[in-house]
C-alpha cells in the first residue's frame, strides 16, 4: 500500500507536455483557472512550458515561457513555477553558457521561474551538466529528467547518477518517455538510480500502456519524492498521468482540494481531450509494448490518410526496425508507397477543363465554416470543381469531379467512391487491385501520375509531381486543363509543428514557380503564406 504521507514534491506540467497537442498556445483565461485549480489541488510546483530556443514556426507562449510572459498570468503564492529545456537545445551551436546566457537574463531572484529542468538523453548527459551550476550561482533549483531510461543498463544509470551527485543538482527524474515500464521495472530502475545518487528521485510518466498512474504509485513505494502529472493526461502521444486522479489519491494525506480541478477537467480539458485525441488506445499500447517513439502514432492519428491497417503495418516495420527515435521520413515514406511506380494516362483534363477556372476544395474546417459562400462563388463563377478525395464539404451537386491518387487514401475510400456518381480523377495504372474491383463500375478519368521528388510538371494526359500527394495531383490536372484560373478552398494548414505544413509549402512553392501557371488564390484563410488569399466573400460581390 503507497504511503502517501511522505512529503511528495506534486509537480504538474500539463501546459509543457500537454503543448504537444496544441502548439503550447493555451489562453490566458484557461491557464488562469489552471493556476487556481492545480493550486487548490495541493500541486506545488507548475511547469509553465517549455523554453525552446528555436523559433521557427508559430508556437505559442508556454513554448517559449519567457518572464514577460509569466509576468502576464497570476501565480498562486502557494505555486513555484518550473520550465523546462531540451538538453539537445544546449548544442545548437553556440556553447552551453552562451545558450544559458540567452535565455536566462536575469538571476532567479529578479524572474518569475524558480526551477529549471532539463530533459536530457543520456547520450547529452555529461556534457549538460555545466548548466547545472551556472543556474544553480544565478540562485535558480535544477532538475535533469533522464528520458526514454528503459534504454540504459543497470551500469550505465548507476554511473549516471553518480555523476549527477557531483553537480548542484536539487532532483533527478527519469522519464518513461516510451510508456512501456511496469511497476516492477520502476521499483528497479529507482533502486539503480538510487545506488549513485542519494538526492531526491523524480519519476515521470506515459500511459501507452495504461500504468502511468500505477508506475507513479509504484515510484513512491520505492522511494521517489517527486512525481510528474498533467490534467486529464494532456501530453505527449497518450499522454501522462493525470493529475485530477493522482490528487484524489495524495489529497487525504496532504489536504487539497480538488473541486475546481474536476470542473477544470469537466469543462475545459475534457472537451480539449475530444478535439486533440490524447489518451491511451491500442495503437499507443503497441508503441508502449515494442518502445516506439510516441510521435509515430501522435502523428498518424492526426492524418486522415493513414487508416488502420496503414498504422498496424508502420508499427509492424518500426518494431522490427526499431522506432526509439522518431523520423518523419519513416512516416512520408509509407504514405508514398507506390511513389516509384510510373503510370500513363489517357485523359486529357484539357477536354473539361478548357480554360476555365477551376475550384480545387480541400479537407480544412473552413469549406464547413463558408460552405454558403463557396457554393454563392460557384454559382456566380462556374469553375469546374475538383473534390479532393470523397469528402463534400458542399453540396455534392456542385462537385464535377473526384479527385484522388493517394494509395492509402484511396484503399479507405474505396467504398465512398464507388457508391458517388461523379467522375474519379485518378491513375489508373497505380491503383491497387482490391481498390480496382470496388472501382469497376466506376466513371474513371484516368491521368497518368509519375512521382519525383522536386518537380512538377504537368503534360497533356499525365504528370510528374513530388509524391503522391493529391493537392499536387489536382493542381497539375488544373495547369493540364489550361485553367484560367485556379482558386483553391479549404487548404486551411496544420499546426506549426506538423511536418505536412512543410510538404504543401514546397509542393505550392514549386508549382507556382512553375512555367505557364494560371493565377492561383485560395479564397478561405490559409496558413500558407506562399498562397495568394483573397477572401471568398470579397469575389461574390
Ligand atoms: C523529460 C521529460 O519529462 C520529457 C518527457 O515528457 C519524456 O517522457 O521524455
Redesign the pocket.
Known amino acids: 500500500m503507497t504511503d502517501l504521507n511522505k512529503d511528495i514534491v506534486f509537480l504538474d506540467?500539463t501546459l509543457r507536455?500537454g503543448g504537444y497537442y496544441n502548439d503550447w498556445d493555451f489562453s490566458h483565461v484557461l491557464m488562469q483557472r489552471y493556476l487556481d485549480a492545480v493550486a487548490a489541488a495541493g500541486v506545488n510546483i507548475v511547469e509553465m512550458g517549455f523554453r525552446f530556443v528555436k523559433t521557427g514556426g508559430f508556437k505559442g507562449p508556454c513554448a517559449f515561457t519567457t518572464d514577460n510572459f509569466l509576468r502576464s498570468v497570476v501565480i498562486p503564492k502557494n505555486l513555484d513555477v518550473a520550465v523546462?529545456l531540451n538538453a539537445g537545445d544546449l548544442f545548437l551551436g553556440k556553447g552551453v553558457i552562451e545558450t544559458l546566457e540567452d535565455l536566462f537574463t536575469a538571476p532567479a531572484a529578479e524572474s518569475p521561474v524558480d526551477i529549471v529542468r532539463f530533459?536530457c538523453h543520456a547520450r547529452e548527459f555529461r556534457a549538460s551538466l555545466p548548466a547545472a551550476a551556472w543556474l544553480h550561482e544565478r540562485g535558480y533549483r535544477v532538475g535533469f529528467?533522464i528520458?526514454?531510461i528503459t534504454g540504459q543498463t543497470h551500469e550505465e544509470i548507476v554511473a549516471l547518477a553518480a555523476e549527477a551527485q557531483k553537480h548542484p543538482i536539487e532532483v533527478l527524474?527519469f522519464?518513461?518517455?516510451m510508456g512501456s515500464m511496469s511497476p516492477a521495472q520502476t521499483t528497479r530502475i529507482i533502486g539503480w538510480i538510487k545506488e549513485g545518487w542519494s538526492g531526491p528521485v523524480g519519476v515521470?510518466t506515459?500511459d501507452n500502456m495504461g500504468l502511468a498512474l500505477s508506475n507513479t504509485l509504484a515510484a513512491i513505494d520505492a522511494g521517489a519524492t517527486w512525481v510528474?502529472s498533467t490534467v486529464t493526461g494532456m501530453?505527449?502521444g497518450p499522454g501522462n498521468a493525470r493529475t485530477e486522479e493522482l490528487a484524489l489519491e495524495l489529497a487525504p494525506a496532504r489536504g487539497g482540494v480538488v473541486t475546481e480541478l474536476l470542473d477544470l477537467v469537466l469543462q475545459d480539458f475534457g472537451p480539449m481531450k475530444e478535439r486533440y485525441g490524447w489518451g491511451t488506445n491500442p495503437f499507443y499500447y503497441l508503441s508502449g509494448k515494442h518502445s516506439i517513439h510516441p510521435t509515430y502514432i501522435q502523428e498518424m492519428l492526426a492524418d486522415q490518410r493513414f487508416n488502420t491497417s496503414d498504422m498496424l503495418s508502420v508499427l509492424d516495420h518500426l518494431r522490427q526496425a526499431g522506432g526509439k527515435k522518431f523520423d518523419s521520413s519513416v512516416l512520408s515514406n509509407a504514405r508514398t508507397m507506390g511513389n516509384g511506380q510510373h503510370s500513363a494516362g489517357t485523359w486529357k483534363p484539357e477536354e473539361i477543363i478548357a480554360g476555365r477556372p477551376v475550384l480545387i476544395l480541400g479537407n480544412g474546417r473552413s469549406v464547413q465554416k463558408h460552405q454558403a459562400e463557396i457554393e454563392r462563388f460557384v454559382a456566380k463563377l462556374k469553375p469546374v470543381v475538383l473534390g479532393l478525395n470523397a469528402k463534400d464539404g458542399i453540396n455534392s451537386d456542385l462537385i464535377d469531379m473526384r479527385i484522388a491518387c493517394h494509395p492509402m487514401r484511396l484503399l479507405a475510400d474505396a467504398d465512398l467512391h464507388a457508391l458517388n456518381d461523379k467522375p474519379l480523377i485518378t491513375p489508373v495504372a497505380l491503383l491497387q487491385d482490391s481498390v480496382r474491383d470496388k472501382l469497376a463500375e466506376k466513371p474513371l478519368l484516368n491521368y497518368g501520375l509519375n512521382a519525383a521528388p522536386g518537380q512538377f510538371e504537368p503534360h497533356e494526359t499525365d504528370c510528374i509531381i513530388p509524391a503522391r500527394l493529391v493537392a499536387a495531383y489536382a493542381l497539375a490536372v488544373a495547369v493540364a486543363g489550361r485553367a484560367s484560373h485556379i482558386y483553391m478552398a479549404g487548404f486551411d494548414g496544420f499546426t506549426s509543428a506538423d511536418p505536412r505544413n512543410h510538404e504543401m509549402r514546397d509542393l505550392l512553392a514549386l508549382c507556382l514557380a512553375g512555367d505557364g501557371i494560371p493565377p492561383v488564390t485560395s479564397i478561405t484563410r490559409t496558413r500558407y503564406s506562399i498562397l495568394p488569399t483573397h477572401s471568398v466573400y470579397g469575389l461574390t460581390r
Do not use: F, I, V
Open positions: 506540467c507536455d523546462m530533459a529528467n528520458m526514454q527524474y522519464a518513461d518517455s515521470h506515459h510528474d501530453g505527449r
